[in-house]
Structure formats: C-alpha cells, structure tokens
C-alpha cells in the first residue's frame, strides 16, 4: 500500500467553481501534513500546512481528518491560474526527515 | 529571506558518463537538506536527506551519492549514470524549528541517453 494516495484526476472544472481533493495516508503515527502546488515543470511550491484544526487561506481551505486518515483541499470560486497538479504531503511520523508525496491531483480550470 | 540554488537547471548526459549537481541555500543556518527525484508522472522519492555537514542519510539504494561539505552546500553525484537515472532533481531545505515546511530549490532536469 502507497503511503499517500491522491486521484490524479485530472479534475476539469469553469472558472468560478468549487472543487474538492482527498488524499488518504497509511501511517497513523503521521504529525505534519501539508498541501503543495507544481506547475507543468517546474518545482513544487508551498501551498498550506495543514492543521488538526483546519485552516483557511483565502480561497483554500485545507482540512485533516485523523480518524479516517485523510486530508482534504477545497479552492473556492476557482480561477485559471489555479490550473496545477496538487501534492498531499506527509511525513512518516517516526522520522521528521522523511516526507512521503502523493503523486498529484492535476486541476484544469476552464473559462 | 531565505533562497535556494540549483545548478545546472537541464543536463543531457551518456549513459556510464558521472554526474555532479549542485544545490546551496542562502540566508539560513543549519538547515536539514534533502534531495529528491522525480519521474515522469511520478511522484517526488526522497533519495538523500542531510542535519549537517558531513551527515548523509540514504533512503534508497542505488548508484547515486550525496555529499554535505559546507553548512549550506548539498551535493548529489553518480560515477556512472544509467538510463533510469532520467529525472526531475530537486533539492529542498527545511528549518530545524518550527514547523517541518520544505522548500524546493528550481530543479535540475537530466535526460540519461
């Protein structure tokens, strides 16, 4: 089983939508998650930490699900230039080194 | 603010040639480094980490090395490339405190041929 699993998608949605990614992880013992944006070739960027409590960031809001393992992203009126791949990211919980990246959920926003 | 370099940013090599790349961060002391691969359509995999000078961890064996010999300098090196070792590397650089955010350096695009 993946450490990290996310649908790749792609999801294909018009500007001014609302759109939801799941990412599930297997460890349990996992403390630090987070949600990261790459474009077409180019490096991964920091999107949001995400925190038991949930956070916002004006349109994203990352929410973790301990229970069932798993976190979520929700972007608000979408834009075009929010067209990405998303990573969920986790670390493994017994090394704080170890980071596990999910292999992308691509987001095509249409006008 | 805190910066991160990677150079060559494309490298096209023959197969069995070695391999040098390059990684520095600017503006933080300490940093933990690690360098990552990733495949087309793939995921990133973690291949080396480093929380200091001299310090290397391996997280998967293979014909690849990694050297930290100065605080803010990570570099990642092959005697002998393979066709398999085609990929997207990039280096990121995290905090000793705080949080555990990583942060990617531009990447270094290498085709084995």
């Known amino acids: 089983r993946k450490e990290v699993e996310q649908d790749p998608g792609p999801f294909n949605v018009p500007e001014g939508a609302t759109v939801a990614f799941n990412c599930t992880y297997s460890?349990?013992?996992?403390?630090?998650f987070f949600w990261y944006r790459q474009d077409c070739r180019k490096e991964p960027k920091l999107l949001m930490s995400v925190y038991s409590s949930g956070n916002e960031d004006g349109r994203f809001t990352a929410q973790l699900n301990r229970a069932s393992q798993y976190i979520s992203l929700l972007i608000r009126d979408s834009k075009l230039s929010d067209s990405a791949t998303y990573l969920c990211v986790v670390n493994s919980g017994y090394n704080f080194n170890k980071f596990y990246f999910g292999s992308g959920t691509k987001l095509n926003v249409k006008p | 603010s805190q910066t991160i370099h990677q150079w060559p940013a494309t490298l096209v090599q023959p197969v069995g040639s070695p391999l040098s790349l390059e990684c520095t961060v600017e503006?933080?002391?300490?940093?933990?480094l690690y360098w990552y691969r990733q495949a087309a359509g793939r995921g990133l995999q973690l291949l080396f980490y480093s929380v200091g000078i001299g310090q290397i961890s391996s997280e998967v064996p293979q014909n690849l090395s990694a050297s930290r010999p100065q605080d803010r300098q990570f570099i990642l090196s092959s005697k002998k490339l393979l066709l398999s070792d085609s990929g997207f590397y990039l280096c990121?650089?995290?905090?000793?405190?705080?949080?555990?955010?990583?942060?990617f350096g531009p990447g270094t695009r290498l085709t084995v041929t």
């Open positions: 990121a650089w995290k905090g000793v405190q705080g949080n555990y955010e990583q942060y």
């Open positions: 460890n349990s013992a996992s403390q630090s």
């Open positions: 503006g933080t002391s300490n940093p933990n």
